[in-house]
């Protein structure tokens, strides 16, 4: 019998954890650096920090690794591609400078720009007292501050008014977690409408779209709260239709990738467009270089054919040649739990109870993101601590999964949104009046 291959997946987050798992049903003999407690019971934990990127490269010669996939985006603009190239290592993943697209906004804008994408009108800054200069001369409407580089999906604010705008170029200026970050700052006008997700693996040439989602980014229900990494996701979503599927691909994601091409910018990887339904049609807020947290959670258990394939064809750039990927009929539900004071300060190491009874719940994975083992058992170790994710044939079953399975796990101070997917059953409740056909309750979440 033929050996397995043999994968690294780089990161130890929720996203990770979701990559290993379909990465071993397709029977691959996956590695994770550094993992998580949720990674070990599914592959082989090595205390690499993601960042460490000569020791991530010696692992990979010295275990005989065929291919490594990058999960973070900090290794990706850190250039980890690059120095497994030049080390003659197959991975999966952007180069340092095309990683930029998520690196730098203000890259992001320029390649928009140059490719003609529809995105939001801006203006950007080199420094904190331009930035206040411009919103204090401007009239007083709704705009969105942006740092410039990676802040852990924590740079971006959403101002309704002069003073808000003040306030958050004030907190790029004074906050320590910004400092990097806010080198550059773009004041952007604030789009309406409807937000959703929509990522593609693609090698420099072909694209490989994959089913839209929708997140959740702000911490509490009915999105209010400070921006997160993302409080829990849902696929498919409804607003997204074949035909606006075929229009994000032709104005959007095409045209994205023919100009970082022209740019001498080629990208292979995973281009994650966030983007905003307008009435003048989709609209780009930003552009990712990797999978999305918890998006991934909820793509991976759809994902009925190999993903081990794809990441192939990707790193070895023949993805015209792979037939597309099959998905399952099932919707997916994923909700992330955090600790108390996320996206602030948390406390670490709480026990966490409950666990394996949630996992027994039919057609529910609970994906760890922030947890370790320890003497007591799993305990906590960061923000985003578990995405549980439920399946279902319909989004509603597969919500009442989740939520289900949340109220099984238990450690002090953890919380979640109980509103995940409720935007899809609104949306669904207006369409359903409109047609004048009566509305079935949706479930209520749970724990």
């Not at 049903?25 to 949720?38: E, I």
């Not at 705008?165 to 806010?182: E, I, N, Y």
């Not at 091409?261 to 983007?275: D, I, N, T």
Request: charged share 25%; hydrophobic share 45%; net charge negative.
């Amino acid at each position: 019998m033929p050996t397995s291959r043999r994968v690294l997946v780089v990161g130890g987050g929720g996203r990770e954890h979701a990559l290993a798992w379909k990465l071993a049903r397709d029977g691959a003999d996956v590695l994770v650096a550094p993992g998580n407690a949720g990674t070990a019971s599914i592959a082989e934990n090595v205390a690499i920090p993601a960042d460490d990127i000569p020791s991530l490269v010696r692992l990979a010669k010295d275990r005989g690794v065929d291919l490594t996939v990058v999960g973070p985006e900090a290794p990706l603009v850190a250039g980890i591609v690059d120095a497994f190239t030049a080390a003659d290592l197959r991975i999966f993943g952007p180069t340092a400078q095309a990683a930029q697209l998520e690196g730098s906004k203000i890259f992001c804008k320029q390649i928009l720009h140059r490719g003609d994408v529809p995105t939001a009108m801006f203006q950007e800054f080199r420094s904190v007292a331009r930035a206040r200069e411009f919103l204090e001369a401007r009239e007083d409407v709704p705009v969105v501050i942006k740092a410039d580089g990676l802040a852990a999906g924590k740079g971006v604010f959403v101002c309704d008014s002069r003073e808000e705008a003040l306030a958050a170029v004030a907190t790029l200026g004074s906050d320590p977690q910004f400092t990097k970050a806010a080198a550059g700052i773009l004041i952007e006008e604030r789009l309406d409408g409807m937000e959703v997700s929509v990522m593609a693996i693609t090698d420099g040439r072909t694209i490989v779209t994959l089913p839209p989602l929708q997140d959740h980014k702000a911490a509490y229900d009915g999105d209010t709260g400070p921006n997160t990494g993302g409080m829990g996701a849902y696929c498919p979503t409804p607003f997204v239709s074949p035909d606006l599927m075929a229009e994000i691909e032709e104005r959007i994601l095409v045209p994205t990738v023919h100009s970082l091409r022209r740019s001498k910018v080629p990208f292979q990887g995973v281009l994650y467009a966030g983007l905003m339904l307008t009435t003048q049609g989709p609209k780009v807020l930003e552009y990712n270089a990797r999978f999305g947290d918890p998006e991934c959670q909820a793509l991976m258990v759809r994902l009925d054919s190999s993903l081990l394939e794809l990441f192939d064809a990707a790193a070895d750039r023949r993805l015209e040649n792979v037939a597309p990927p099959r998905w399952n009929e099932a919707a997916s539900v994923t909700v992330v739990m955090a600790a108390e004071g996320y996206p602030g300060p948390v406390e670490k190491g709480r026990p966490i109870r409950g666990l394996e009874a949630a996992a027994a719940i039919e057609d529910v994975v609970v994906f760890h993101a922030a947890t370790r083992q320890a003497p007591e058992g799993i305990v906590t170790d960061g923000g985003r601590v578990l995405a549980v994710t439920g399946t279902g044939e319909s989004l509603a079953k597969a919500k009442l999964r989740a939520y289900s399975a949340v109220k099984e796990i238990r450690w002090p101070g953890g919380w979640c949104r109980k509103d995940i997917a409720d935007k899809a059953f609104d949306h669904e409740r207006r369409s359903l009046l409109t047609a004048g056909t009566a509305v079935a309750p949706q479930p209520e979440a749970g724990g």
